[in-house]
């Protein structure tokens, strides 16, 4: 079973308000394994980059002036992603982007069943958890530390730790990490974990309401059945 965990950076939030992608990152997974094998490209999104975004990834439109074009990398693209599974951590973003980068250059879309979506895994593993990359590193013990700002490429190879810890674990000192600092952490920092209240919280039952419930239970008479439970 061939996956590629794959991530983009962008110049906004929405391509259809004139947002373009200007970073891909992807990691090749095989029966859940890493080949290493990589696709890495930075992209040309022919426009300026907002302040916003430069702030999350550190992208800027100088750095970005000599790279090229999205309908000059899409076909390369293509054949890497052929005959995979998408694994993308908020994969409704990313698809959004990627369907109207392709199209724009001439190419069929990707169908939405090619994507797992790993938020939505951690979210029903973890139901009211915090469920970002950086909130499941620290619940997995995953060392993000290099990720200091957003990045394609090293995003997916941390996703891809991720995504094998919420789908059952991984191999022992199995590592996918991009340099020698990127290993796995040997504590989880658990400070996120909810904790018990120190002090309990007042009921917010009136004394009318809780006068209602007695009577209304003794009303129930023989039909209250946990009075009969010994």
Request: proline share 5%; glycine share 6%; net charge negative.
């Amino acid at each position: 079973m061939r996956e590629i965990v794959l991530d983009t950076e962008t110049t906004g939030l929405d391509p259809f308000d004139g947002h373009r992608i200007v970073e891909i990152g992807a990691v090749e997974l095989w029966n859940h394994v890493p080949t290493g094998k990589t696709y890495h490209q930075y992209i040309n999104p022919e426009r300026s980059m907002p302040s916003e975004a430069f702030a999350v990834h550190g992208i800027s439109a100088e750095f970005l002036v000599d790279k090229p074009v999205f309908k000059g990398i899409a076909r390369e693209f293509i054949d890497f992603i052929d005959g995979g599974q998408l694994i993308i951590h908020n994969a409704a973003f990313d698809m959004k982007f990627l369907n109207a980068e392709l199209k724009w250059a001439g190419h069929a879309d990707l169908p939405t069943s090619r994507a797992i979506d790993t938020l939505a895994i951690a979210r029903r593993r973890f139901p009211g958890s915090p469920a970002s990359l950086d909130a499941l590193c620290r619940r997995f013990g995953i060392d993000n530390g290099a990720r200091t700002l957003h990045g394609a490429l090293l995003d997916s190879e941390i996703l891809a730790e991720v995504y094998l810890e919420l789908i059952g674990g991984k191999q022992p000192d199995f590592a996918l990490s991009a340099t020698p600092q990127r290993q796995k952490a040997t504590q989880v920092d658990e400070a996120w974990r909810p904790r018990p209240r120190e002090v309990k919280l007042a009921s917010r039952l009136s004394d009318a309401e809780k006068k209602a419930h007695d009577e209304f239970i003794v009303d129930l008479g023989d039909h209250a059945h946990w009075r009969k439970i010994s």
